[in-house]
């Protein structure tokens, strides 16, 4: 076949996180006339516009739901989705609609969140499907159970780290489905303001338990014990919608520990490389120990050192482009924080090495390559 191959994204945030961020990456880079793409997304944000601008087709399918189970509460957080998660019909054949109109050849699920709705597209069509597997899963019987259900259902993974991968593989139980390692591509270089000009670390991400975003605050309390002056901790993100009340005590503790002028709560931003290229550090507290996300290879790619939780060295190589602190602890944060602020050299150091790093792994090139052969190779099996 000499046409491009006709492909249907599935995203969930709208622009507004990082799974979109990264489809929108990878996407934006595609040679369209190899690849031919639509986006099919849940939420309404600037996805939009970034695809509008492309040229690529998208449509809203607000059906779509997902659920993904966590270290802390996996019940609670599957009853709270239910109620989208009982749209998964209707959405499998909207999505089925839009292939059937647009001769669509490859189905791309952008999280395997997605599991059930694949698990019923399964049921009603024999397109291949192609899923990205972006969360490090606990071992539990609500991963194994997604997982099972994903193994049946779709033709390839893909695992935003080899971390992702080795869970993945640890909950299959035996069913090696094929899949492979496809690091997320970080937006272009863009210049950042001088060391001396650089007075936030921040934090990018869902304000969330299983992200650690109440440990800033104890980050926060520790640069005060250091005297540590004219740095703040910047908070852009925003509460996940069911659960405000971590949110709220969040903020009630940072009035009450009087920590209000050195951590700020920006929301979300649709500019994370506007953030970075001004910020003097990253912050990731994560209790799940995944010091690889999308803020990571966005910060590490805009020569911003990272201070994350976690002892996997395959991003930020502690000492070089950053620093992990693992276990978490706010004191040793703190300190390395006020180390990096108070040697300009060290952190330039490590501002160069960090931009190195990105421009070998997360320029995109490789990834282009890898997800379009898997697209050719799933497309000539299917004839």
Known sequence: MNRPIRTLHVDIEGGRGGSSRSLYQLIS??????????????????????????????????EIGSYVPRTKNSAKIFAASLPRLLGTNQAARRLLEIAEEN????????YEGLFLLAARLRQLTSRPMICHVRAHLPINAWSRWLVRKLSR????????????????????????????????????YRKRVPFDEVKEAVYLGNIDWSKGTDRLIDVAAALKKLSVDGLKIA??????????AYFNQMNARVQSEGLSGLIEFRGFTSEPETVLSKAFALIRPSRER???????????????????TGDYGGVVDSGVTGFLVDPFDASTMAAKLKVLLEDETLWKRMSAAAISRGETIFSGQQQVAQFTSVLEKLRSEDV
């Open 29 to 62: 880079r595609l040679d369209r006339s190899r690849v031919e793409p639509i986006v099919a997304y849940r939420e309404t944000g600037p996805l939009e516009d970034w695809y509008k601008d492309l040229g690529i087709r998208i449509v809203h399918v607000p």
């Open 103 to 110: 001769d669509v050849e490859i189905l791309h699920l952008n």
């Open 153 to 188: 259902a779709v033709d390839h993974y893909f695992f935003i780290s080899p971390q992702e991968e080795e869970r993945v593989r640890q909950l299959e139980a035996g069913r090696l489905l094929p899949g492979q390692v496809l690091w997320n591509i970080a937006p272009q």
């Open 235 to 244: 908070i852009y993100g925003e509460p996940r919608r069911a659960r405000p």
């Open 290 to 308: 995944d010091p690889w996300g999308r803020d990571v290879i966005e910060a590490t790619s805009f020569g911003v050192p990272v201070l994350a």
